[in-house]
């Protein structure tokens, strides 16, 4: 099992930044990819981005160049560091990290930290 607590949200105008946490707890050491996921009213939940537990990062186009995620091992925290927002960014953003166990990947979410976008 993984436990994965989000903060850092909250209201910014454009232009401004955020910095989300995911603090990770349980089973870590079998987690292989972490990523944030968001999900704006009335759409579906998109990827944002994923980094490897080698540190490979992946980021979706909307969010590339402003977007950055990155991981403390020491405080098994990852992070998305949010420059440039824009209203478009408006959403619930969900930390999710992937587990492998055998064959079988396992997927855990935190429970989702708001960020709204707006002047």
């Known amino acids: 099992q993984v436990q994965l607590v989000e903060s850092g949200g909250g209201l910014v105008q454009p232009g401004g930044s955020l910095r989300l946490s995911c603090a990770a707890s349980g089973s870590i050491e079998s987690i292989f990819v972490m990523g944030w996921y968001r999900q704006a009213p009335g759409k579906q939940r998109e990827l944002v981005g994923t980094v490897t537990k080698g540190g490979t990062p992946n980021y979706a186009d909307s969010v590339k160049g402003r977007f950055t995620i990155s991981g403390d091992n020491a405080k098994n925290t990852a992070y998305l560091q949010m420059n440039n927002l824009k209203p478009e960014d408006t959403a619930v953003y969900y930390c999710?990290?992937?587990?492998?166990?055998?064959?079988?990947?396992?997927?855990?979410w935190g429970q989702g930290t708001q960020v709204t976008v707006s002047s």
């Open positions: 999710n990290a992937k587990m492998l166990r055998g064959f079988t990947v396992y997927d855990y």
